[in-house]
Every structure is written in structure tokens, then in C-alpha cells.
């Protein structure tokens, strides 16, 4: 089995930033690729980032210049750098992992093509 935690969340002022961590444990794997999405309520999963084992990265429209995914292998560790934050990034934010590490041109956006799931955490962003 494996376990996602994710931690750093909270409230944020508008404008501000903050940082997600999510840390995976139990079975390893050669490869993978790891990613963010985001749920709001009444609202469906979206996809939020995603990064491949060596790095590759894809975000997506939302989010796009203002956050950043990165990822330390060794700790089994993705992170989320949210910067510029508004307040409709308001969500519960879930790390995933993706046992198919594809290339950048392939990387899937989809929640039904994660493999493993984090609890999810809570961003909260005042105006």
C-alpha cells in the first residue's frame, strides 16, 4: 500500500503565498510521476499540476505562472509553491500519484488516471 500525506495548508490573504508538501510512503515504486489537483465545493476535481519523475512539469490554465510543482525523489516528496494566490483557489488540494511516469507531451491532467490519493488538505484564501 502506499500513503500520501499532505501538509502546509491553511489561510492565506489574497496575494500571498504558500507552500504544499506531500510525502509518500510505503511501497516504492521505479517511477512515477506525482500531481496536484483540487476540489471546491459543489464543484468537481480539477487538475492543478503535475511532474514527472525527472522532472517534467505541467500545469494547468488556473494556475499557470503563479504556482509551481517540484519534487524530491530521495523523500518521496512533491511540493506546490502557490504564489499570487486568489481567492478562488479556495479548495481541499490532493496529491496523486500516477504509476505511468509518460514524457511532458503525455502527461495526464485526468483524476481517473491517478493511481493513489492524498486525504486532501485545506486552502483557504481571503480577500
Known amino acids: 500500500q502506499v500513503q500520501l500525506v499532505e501538509s502546509g495548508g491553511g489561510l492565506v490573504q489574497a496575494g500571498g503565498s504558500l507552500r504544499l508538501s506531500c510525502a509518500a510512503s510505503g511501497r516504492t515504486f521505479t517511477s512515477y510521476a506525482m500531481g496536484w489537483f483540487r476540489q471546491a465545493p459543489g464543484k468537481e476535481r480539477d487538475f492543478v499540476a503535475a511532474?514527472?519523475?525527472?522532472?517534467?512539469?505541467r500545469y494547468g490554465d488556473s494556475v499557470k505562472g503563479r504556482f509551481i510543482i517540484s519534487r524530491d525523489n530521495p523523500k518521496n516528496t512533491v511540493y506546490l509553491q502557490m504564489h499570487i494566490v486568489k481567492p478562488e483557489d479556495t479548495a481541499v488540494y490532493y496529491c496523486a500519484i500516477d504509476l505511468i511516469d509518460s514524457p511532458v507531451s503525455g502527461m495526464r491532467s485526468s483524476a481517473a488516471a491517478y493511481d493513489y490519493w492524498g486525504q486532501g488538505i485545506q486552502v483557504t484564501v481571503s480577500s
Open positions: 511532474i514527472t519523475y525527472s522532472g517534467g512539469t
